[in-house]
């Protein structure tokens, strides 16, 4: 069964910082590309960033609201994705979910930016 | 960025009777390798996501044979042959061929 899991979310005030991680199992993980998506109630899904394989390269995409501040990273030795937010604000409040786009979702961790 | 538009924003069906979904993508999909990356997603409610339809019309494993996909370039639908009480939920369109990957706003199908 596919699954994955994330975990590291909380409360963080406006500048901080928070590390999200993703434990993937059920599938061959060094060969997906993963991605970071996030939702709130306001604006929906809202595409994050991604990772590719590293047969695909190893590289990584990011949306314009998060590039520079956020770093998406894999360890495939651990079938683990990781999302680190630096810099954060009071806009990035939402439910974070890591995706395989063919296979499944995460269940997501709840992120919440305020002071 | 591509803009996802869904239509219509909520369904309500009958249970058995068919329900259509459609999706248009401001620009074609078609990438450079001659793939087209949309896919569609059912999030039930209090639940996460979850993939239904890849690359236009390919189900995901597990996916019941009453879900369908087709379409091309920009225009996409999602069809249930005989809908059930299982599938109420919001369902998403998605286009992978461009960065930055986009959805759609949702659509709500309800049952009757």
């Known amino acids: 069964e596919v699954q994955l899991v994330e975990s590291g979310g909380g409360l963080v005030k406006p500048g901080g910082s928070l590390r999200l991680s993703c434990a993937a199992s059920?599938?061959?993980?060094?060969?997906?590309?993963m991605s970071w998506v996030r939702q709130t109630p306001g604006k929906g899904l809202e595409w994050v960033g991604r990772v590719r394989s590293k047969t695909g390269g190893g590289t990584t995409d990011y949306a314009a609201p998060v590039k520079g501040r956020f770093t998406v990273s894999r360890d495939d030795s651990k079938n683990m994705l990781y999302l680190q937010m630096n810099s954060l604000r009071t806009e990035d409040t939402a439910i974070y979910y890591c995706?395989?786009?063919?296979?499944?979702w995460g269940q997501g961790t709840l992120v919440t930016v305020s002071s | 960025d591509i803009v996802m538009t869904q239509a219509p924003l909520t369904l309500s069906v009958t249970p058995g009777q068919p329900a259509s979904i459609s999706c248009k993508s401001s620009?074609?999909?078609?990438?450079?390798?001659?793939?087209?990356?949309l896919f569609w997603y059912l999030q039930r409610p209090g639940q996460s996501p979850q993939p239904l339809m890849y690359?236009?019309?390919s189900r995901v494993s597990g996916v019941p044979d009453r879900f369908s996909g087709s379409g091309s370039g920009t225009d996409f639908t999602l069809k249930i042959s005989r809908v059930e009480a299982e599938d109420v939920g919001v369902y998403y369109c998605m286009q992978g061929s461009h960065v930055p990957l986009t959805f759609g706003g949702g659509t709500k199908v309800e049952i009757k």
């Open positions: 690359e236009v019309s």
């Open positions: 620009q074609s999909l078609l990438s450079g390798g001659g793939k087209t990356y």
């Open positions: 059920g599938f061959t993980f060094s060969d997906a590309w």
């Open positions: 995706a395989s786009f063919y296979h499944s």
